[in-house]
Structures are given as C-alpha cells and as structure tokens.
C-alpha cells in the first residue's frame, strides 16, 4: 500500500536535548493512524518535521511522495494540519480567518468551513479573542478540514472539545477517510484513538518502538472476566490453560485474568451450566501500560 507518510532516519536534535531520533515511519494512504507515547515523547517534534517547521538534524521525510523540504509549498496547500499549541489572529473573526486561509491556498470562498462550523456549533463572526478555548479549538480544526486535505496531520485535535464535539469530530474524521483522506493524530485519550484509528505508532523518549494494527495490539492485552455458574465449580478445572492467569473461585464465582484470545477459556466453560458472564474489555490505555511496562523491564 502506498505511503501518504514517510519518514526515514528522521531525527532531531535541539542542541545537546534530544527530539527523535532514528524514526521510521510509514502511515498508509486512506488509513486513520494513531501517533501515541507520553509527554516529551517526540510527537509533536515529528509532526513539526513533516510540516517543515523544523528541519532535522538528520534524516528525510516525506508527504504525498514529497520531500517536506524541497516542496513545502506544494504539500501545504495539499494538506490539513492542527498544531497542539495553535495560534490565530485573535482580532479576525473565524470567517475571516477561513478566507484568509482559503486565499493562501490559492482557493476561493469558505470551502467546507461554513458546514463544518455549523456542525461543531462554532460562530463565524465572533472575534476569536471573545471565544472560549473549546471554540477557539473548533477554529483550529475547521481551518485543518475546510479544504478537504489528501492528509491530515493532527496534534491532540480534540483537547478542549466537549464529549458531544468530540463525537463530531469523529465522524468528520470518518467522512474524510470516505473520501480518501489520510489522517495522523496523536492523543492522550487512548480510547478515543482506539476507536478511530486502525493502526498505532507507539514513540517513547524519541524513539519509535512499535507500529501495530489497533487489534493486534489489544490481541496482547490481559481482560477481566468474572463467571457466575449453575453449581459450584473447582479452581482445578480452570488451571493450566493457555492465556489463563490469576484464576480464582469462591462456589460459584469464577475469576481471572486472559491475555488475548479467550476461546480457549471458553471451551472449557462451556462444560457447566453458565448463569452469566461479566467481561472488563481490554483499552487501548491497558495495552499502552502494559506494553511501556514490558519495554521498561527489557534488558
């Protein structure tokens, strides 16, 4: 599948601090891709370098097949991008904001902005130093979507947005991808990604050390699960199998923890009378945890 992102060798150096460093990165076209890891971790740092904000120390990227560098203008114009710490010319009101944008695209009228901001509720002719953050934060997502991009590079792009905005703005995320769009954002509301994106790219301390589909990864993850049967059962019978850990039984009740797959858990349940189930599904948070836990006690 063809890359809308490419990164070789990307690093980053702010003096003796380090950015990234010896970052490969591939996010396929028509694809959502989560970009996570914690504060510090080097998101915004990438995302700044495929953007040409930044140049890097060493290393190339690319965007639509183009070197960020050499074509910075024309991949611009091409795509949609949110930075974390968003900045606006506070006495313009949004709409003028939008034609302003719309001019330096060498487009002309408000594009998808009027829609989108219908949607999202946002007023287009209060001054934007009137508007609270979650608007303002509105502001800087329609200017990213208004002119339908190929690829959309998003930092932390529902922060400040309330529960009902945030939905929204996954389904305009969705209407995008329908039409062919690429889109790469990073979080720290893990769950969210979990249900948008469909893979993830996992950056600590500057290094990439992991990029796997969302169900692959929640395949490693440990769920909960508590059994309630007809009769009372033994621990015995729920010992040694695969992917089975911490079981325990009291009467009737069983629990224990199953990494992936709880089929094989399931099949030896089935054997009793079962008066029902209670599952404590594995997020995408639980797996991110544990995942930094194993990389942390590696030698």
């Keep these: 599948m063809d890359?809308?992102?490419?990164?070789?060798?990307?690093?980053?150096?702010?003096?003796?601090?380090r950015g990234v460093v010896?970052?490969?990165?591939?996010?396929?076209?028509?694809?959502?891709v989560g970009f996570l890891g914690p504060n510090g971790a080097g998101k915004t740092t990438t995302m700044r370098l495929l953007m040409d904000l930044i140049r890097p120390s060493t290393g190339r990227a690319e965007v639509l097949g183009l070197d960020v560098r050499t074509h910075t203008i024309e991949i611009r114009r091409r795509v949609g991008y949110l930075p974390?710490?968003?900045?606006?010319?506070?006495?313009?009101?949004?709409?003028?904001?939008?034609?302003?944008?719309?001019?330096?695209?060498?487009?002309?009228?408000?594009?998808?902005?009027?829609?989108?901001?219908?949607?999202?509720?946002?007023?287009?002719?209060?001054?934007?130093?009137?508007?609270?953050?979650?608007?303002?934060?509105?502001?800087?997502?329609?200017?990213?979507?208004?002119?339908?991009?190929?690829?959309?590079?998003?930092?932390e792009p529902t922060a400040g947005l309330d529960p009902l905005m945030q939905r929204e703005f996954f389904a305009i995320v969705r209407e995008a991808i329908a039409e062919g769009s690429t889109v790469f954002l990073s979080s720290h509301i893990l769950d969210e990604v979990e249900r948008i994106a469909e893979r993830v790219a996992i950056i600590r301390e500057g290094h990439l050390v992991a990029t796997e589909d969302v169900g692959k990864l929640k395949g490693s993850a440990v769920s909960s699960l508590s059994i309630m049967f007809a009769d009372p059962v033994s621990s015995e019978d729920f010992e040694g199998i695969p992917g089975v850990e911490g079981v325990s039984v009291e009467d009737r009740l069983l629990t224990c923890k199953v990494i992936?797959?709880?089929?094989q858990l399931l099949r030896t349940v089935t054997k009793f009378e079962v008066v029902g189930i209670k599952s404590s599904e594995a997020d995408l948070e639980e797996?991110?945890?544990?995942?930094?836990?194993?990389?942390?006690?590696?030698?």
């Excluded at 010896?22 to 959502?32: K, Q």
């Excluded at 992936?260 to 089929?263: A, F, I, N, Q, T």
């Design 22 to 32: 010896g970052v490969d990165l591939e996010v396929p076209r028509g694809m959502v």
């Design 287 to 299: 797996v991110f945890m544990r995942y930094f836990g194993e990389v942390s006690r590696a030698p």
């Design 260 to 263: 992936g797959s709880v089929d």
């Design 84 to 155: 974390g710490d968003f900045s606006m010319y506070q006495r313009l009101t949004p709409r003028e904001m939008f034609l302003f944008f719309a001019h330096l695209r060498r487009r002309s009228g408000l594009g998808w902005a009027e829609e989108l901001s219908d949607r999202l509720q946002l007023d287009l002719d209060r001054p934007i130093h009137h508007l609270s953050s979650g608007n303002r934060q509105k502001v800087g997502v329609v200017q990213a979507f208004m002119h339908r991009p190929e690829v959309l590079i998003l930092d």
């Design 3 to 17: 890359a809308a992102i490419r990164t070789k060798n990307l690093t980053k150096y702010y003096g003796r601090s």
